[in-house]
């Protein structure tokens, strides 16, 4: 299998861009390429040869997958960033792996120890979502691997990036990024996300996803969502910890992570700002989970969980305290949208099942 890669610059507001431990090296191939530890990013195209992925008809993921893969790859390179796919035709790489297991297990293996080997600073698995119980989901959803440094900050800025493309003007359905139970992420050890990038179970996306167009737009948004991680490791800020239900008070720290681990290690709820003005809210830690609020929402009830979800738990936790019949579970469920519904009408709130900003603030503020 050879792959081979292309350089260029990176061009942002007419200025040329570099960022920390990214190369810009001569088209080499992937052997020679992990050997010199140049590589930036590993884009996994996902499933192929005999493993066709979820389908639909004649439309089957392995080949979508490979095809926003090999876009991708396109952007990415156009961007400055040296880049190697773990496939390029269709086909399995369960021959490449010496573990024992399922041909699928042993492709999934190939497909980490090529990530891993790499040295790369972060890689993209990219694959087609299926929800056929609930044929009007759609979007794309990021999934990561927290105990990875740098996964979730990448997951949520590929996420926006994704969210905020537009169909005939209309947007689709918007997403949190989201810890995802993978074989892939939970393997590799350097930074990276797997993308759903549709739902080929929805019948407008399952079109779209036929177009060149679409793929090239999604391509171009992941691509974009990179380009904005890579942006915001360079920016300096300073992060203003807050603890709520203690005497605790507040202290400021250099990155966010120690600033959520601060409130977890007082016991106490809290909100971190940036310490800047106007102060910006970046998360909360409820009950001693860590809640990202650089998205949209907590959590929309509306949206399936696909395990048991620590924030979920956290949420059912507190509502079973103040008094709702909650068991705690941490999978979304009738109960658990309709004891939040049923505070949202008793805070005067918008009963849409949505732990948003608001819901939460008035949550946490129960006694």
């Avoid at 048991?308 to 999978?331: C, F």
Wanted: aromatic share 8%; net charge positive; charged share 20%.
């Amino acid at each position: 299998m050879k792959i081979t890669k292309v350089v260029s610059i990176i061009i942002i507001a007419a200025a040329v861009i570099t960022f920390p431990g990214f190369h810009a090296v001569a088209k080499i191939s992937v052997p020679e390429a992990m050997a010199a530890g140049v590589v930036d990013v590993v884009v996994d195209p996902g499933h192929g040869g005999i493993d066709s992925g979820t389908s639909s008809g004649s439309l089957e993921e392995k080949n979508i997958t490979l095809d926003i893969s090999n876009k991708l790859e396109k952007y990415l390179e156009d961007g400055g960033y040296n880049t190697i796919l773990t496939r390029t035709s269709d086909t399995s790489l369960y021959k490449l792996s010496t573990i024992s297991g399922t041909e699928e297990k042993r492709d999934l293996n190939s497909r980490v120890n090529i990530i891993n080997g790499s040295k790369a600073k972060l890689f993209i698995s990219v694959h087609v979502n299926s929800f056929t119980k609930y044929p009007d989901y759609n979007g794309s959803i990021v999934y990561y691997n927290d105990k990875v440094k740098g996964s979730r900050d990448l997951a949520v800025c590929i996420q926006k990036s994704l969210n905020a493309l537009t169909i005939n003007g209309k947007p689709r359905m918007a997403h949190n990024s989201q810890v995802g139970n993978f074989y892939i992420t939970n393997n590799t050890n350097i930074p990276g996300v797997l993308v759903e990038t549709a739902f080929i179970s929805n019948s407008t996306e399952k079109n779209l996803l036929k177009t060149a167009a679409f793929r090239t737009s999604i391509a171009k948004a992941i691509a974009k969502g990179v380009n904005n991680y890579k942006a915001a490791l360079s920016v300096k800020k300073g992060y203003l910890a807050v603890c709520s239900n203690t005497a605790a008070g507040s202290m400021t720290f250099s990155s966010e992570q120690q600033a959520f681990d601060w409130i977890k290690n007082k016991a106490a709820n809290g909100i971190v700002y940036t310490d800047s003005l106007p102060r910006t809210t970046l998360g909360v830690v409820l009950e001693g989970y860590h809640f990202d609020f650089s998205e949209d929402y907590l959590i929309d009830v509306n949206i399936p969980t696909k395990a048991s979800d620590p924030k979920v738990k956290a949420i059912q936790k507190r509502l079973a305290a103040i008094g709702y019949n909650m068991p705690v579970t941490g999978i979304v469920g009738t109960i658990t949208l309709g004891n939040i519904k049923k505070f949202q009408v008793r805070e005067g709130l918008t009963a849409d099942g949505i732990i948003g900003k608001q819901t939460y603030q008035s949550l946490a503020a129960q006694k």
